[in-house]
């Protein structure tokens, strides 16, 4: 009794566990799940009129550089239909359904290779930006991020509640702006970004395929047509033959990268801790690991040859032997590369001008309108002087003024005054007047009069 009780709560725990993870619980029925993805795998009508349009905006996203138009481009993108199709139809042995998807893929690639090229050869903006320059480098983790962007497309759609999933696989597999930026490199005839982004392309759409082809065998759809063990044995080595061409390039340079990664790091730290001076301070470290250059720019008194000599003879323990070390000193003016200085000093100092320059510039503003309202109020004052004697002739001097009055709280309150002497003809219900029409005409509650028999 006492060994069978632990076996009961394991099977509990195993039932729970298979039951929360079960893909089969909220799978659509077969026939849904096929005319969603065929729907989808089709390029004629509307689908390469939006796919242009499409790669127009992720072309114009990449070359003005904002992520906000390129994540639209990803969102309207029909790209994924064919690529889904071709897995589900390799899945489930529907060879005729593969081939249509793969043509319509392949035409899909023609038509946005041309349109980016096009674009770009049209373009005044040449420059390449930094969401150009992200797609030409492929490394092992787009490889990750295709598998499992691809596996989530997958079952969103095979859900019976139709899923949202989509438009976030879409933007995380990113698989407009690589083919844009194979454009690019294609109209400037930069065949290194052509290549690199059109290998991540490619790593996309073959990782997307392969996802949704083992994604339809885990729900277990059913096989279109007989294949012999034989043939299906090819046919899935010939799958995972392409799968792993795809990636052992990624994984050589996701290598190289964890390196140049590695290495910039650690002759970031070197500098940080080596270059440490009462009288000379590091503006600016640029790192090339190609090279194996270590620039060093310094202002301040200059450090000595042998100063500089010992440092170098500190490279190889911290694991940067074989690298040179380049110093650009301010005192040395024979050495000094202008180019070397820190651009961010000089971005500071200009951001901070021109903040200084906008708060004078409000200050002065401020002090123009508050000039303006004094202007007018003086101009005012002979009218309203004039206006209150033309009611009551009998009345001596009028004064108006502007000042401050400050509470028991020590609150400050702007106060319009009006001073009348010889006002002792006045009734009390003149005088109530007289403060009524002083606050109507002056606009302010704060209004005061002062009356002086």
């Given at each position: 009794m006492n060994q069978s009780m632990p076996r009961r709560r394991g099977s509990r725990l195993s039932a729970a566990f298979a039951e929360r993870f079960n893909l089969l619980a909220d799978k659509a029925p077969n026939d849904i799940i096929e005319r969603r993805i065929r729907e989808v795998v089709e390029l004629h009508g509307a689908t390469p009129w939006v796919l242009m349009f499409a790669i127009l905006v992720a072309s114009i996203g990449l070359n003005v550089?904002?992520?906000?138009?390129?994540?639209?481009?990803?969102?309207?993108?029909?790209?994924?239909?064919?690529?889904?199709?071709?897995?589900?139809?390799?899945?489930?042995?529907?060879?005729?359904?593969?081939?249509?998807?793969?043509?319509?893929?392949?035409?899909?690639?023609?038509?946005?290779?041309?349109?980016?090229?096009?674009?770009?050869?049209?373009?005044?903006l040449s420059e390449a930006q930094s969401e150009l320059l992200a797609r030409t480098s492929p490394t092992i983790w787009d490889v990750l991020i295709a598998l499992f962007g691809g596996m989530a497309g997958i079952i969103g759609v095979t859900r019976e509640e139709k899923s949202a999933v989509i438009p976030g696989v879409a933007i995380a597999t990113a698989l407009m702006p690589p083919l844009c930026t194979a454009g690019y490199g294609l109209?400037?005839?930069?065949?290194?970004?052509?290549?690199g982004a059109f290998y991540l392309y490619s790593i996309n759409a073959v990782f997307i395929a392969l996802a949704t082809f083992i994604g339809i065998r885990l729900l277990r759809l059913p096989y279109h047509a007989f294949v012999d063990e034989r043939t299906e044995r090819r046919m899935r080595r010939a799958i995972w033959t392409v799968a792993l061409a795809t990636t052992i390039p990624s994984l050589y340079l996701a290598t190289l990268m964890v390196k140049d990664e590695l290495y910039k790091s650690r002759a970031s730290q070197f500098v940080r801790s080596e270059f440490v001076f009462k009288d000379a301070?590091?503006?600016?470290?640029?790192?090339?690991?190609?090279?194996?250059?270590?620039?060093?720019?310094?202002?301040?008194?200059?450090?000595?040859?042998?100063?500089?000599?010992?440092?170098?003879?500190?490279?190889?323990?911290?694991?940067?032997?074989?690298?040179?070390?380049?110093?650009?000193?301010?005192?040395?003016?024979?050495?000094?590369?202008?180019?070397?200085?820190?651009?961010?000093?000089?971005?500071?100092?200009?951001?901070?001008?021109?903040?200084?320059?906008?708060?004078?510039?409000r200050q002065l503003e401020e002090l123009q309108a508050s000039l303006r309202a004094s202007q007018r109020f003086a101009l005012q004052a002979k009218d309203m002087a004039d206006e209150l004697r033309a009611q009551y002739p009998g009345l001596g001097e009028v004064t108006l003024s502007q000042g401050v009055a400050i509470d028991a709280d020590g609150e400050r309150l702007p106060v319009s005054q009006l001073t009348v002497t010889g006002a002792g003809t006045l009734e009390p219900s003149e005088r109530e007047r007289v403060q009524a029409w002083f606050k109507v005409r002056s606009k302010a509650e704060t209004a005061r009069v002062l009356f002086e028999d």
């Open positions: 550089n904002s992520i906000a138009v390129i994540i639209g481009a990803m969102l309207i993108s029909p790209l994924m239909g064919p690529i889904m199709g071709v897995g589900h139809g390799i899945a489930v042995h529907d060879f005729a359904l593969a081939r249509r998807a793969m043509k319509n893929l392949l035409v899909s690639t023609v038509i946005g290779l041309l349109v980016s090229a096009l674009y770009f050869m049209l373009t005044p109209a400037t005839g930069q065949w290194n970004y052509f290549g301070y590091v503006v600016d470290t640029r790192v090339d690991p190609t090279t194996r250059r270590i620039d060093v720019s310094l202002i301040g008194n200059p450090i000595s040859k042998g100063t500089l000599a010992m440092i170098e003879g500190k490279l190889a323990v911290a694991g940067l032997d074989g690298s040179r070390l380049q110093l650009h000193q301010s005192g040395e003016y024979e050495k000094v590369d202008v180019t070397q200085l820190r651009a961010g000093v000089l971005s500071d100092l200009y951001k901070q001008s021109q903040e200084t320059l906008a708060a004078k510039d």
